[in-house]
């Protein structure tokens, strides 16, 4: 499986970006497909995610709100739309897949099994 995540950049405080993750390589009837984000000197953190086939969505407490994951079937691509863009957004952002889909391990980065190159968004004050 491979992960191809893209859509990062530069922007200023309040502005918007959609950060688009493209799977290839497998089907899955069930997954977890999820973006995390990493700042230097920070660990790993989730941002959403979104089940497979439910399409049950979760976010993490700093972008309930704001961002939004969504999936796009046809192209088996997942999106994270993201609004009101903060400073303390600007981090590295990875797409990542599990195919076990165990909900209590939704927001565990450890159970991601695929992970995309990441992409860099920064947001400028």
């Known amino acids: 499986v491979q992960l191809q995540a893209s859509g990062g950049g530069l922007v200023q405080a309040g502005g918007s970006l959609r950060l688009s993750c493209a799977a290839s390589g497998r089907t899955f009837s069930r997954a977890h497909i999820a973006w995390f984000r990493q700042a230097p000197g920070k660990e790993r953190e989730f941002v959403a995610g979104?089940?497979?086939?439910?399409?049950?969505?979760y976010y993490g407490d700093s972008v309930k709100g704001r961002f939004t994951i969504s999936r796009d079937n046809t192209q088996n691509t997942v999106y994270l739309q993201m609004n009101s863009l903060k400073p303390e957004d600007t981090a590295v952002y990875y797409c990542?897949?599990?195919?076990?889909?165990?909900?209590?391990?939704?927001?565990?980065?450890?159970?991601?099994?695929?992970w995309g190159q990441g992409t860099q968004v920064t947001v400028s004050s």
């Open positions: 979104i089940r497979w086939p439910s399409r049950h969505t």
């Open positions: 990542a897949l599990d195919e076990n889909a165990i909900l209590s391990s939704l927001w565990q980065a450890g159970q991601y099994d695929y």
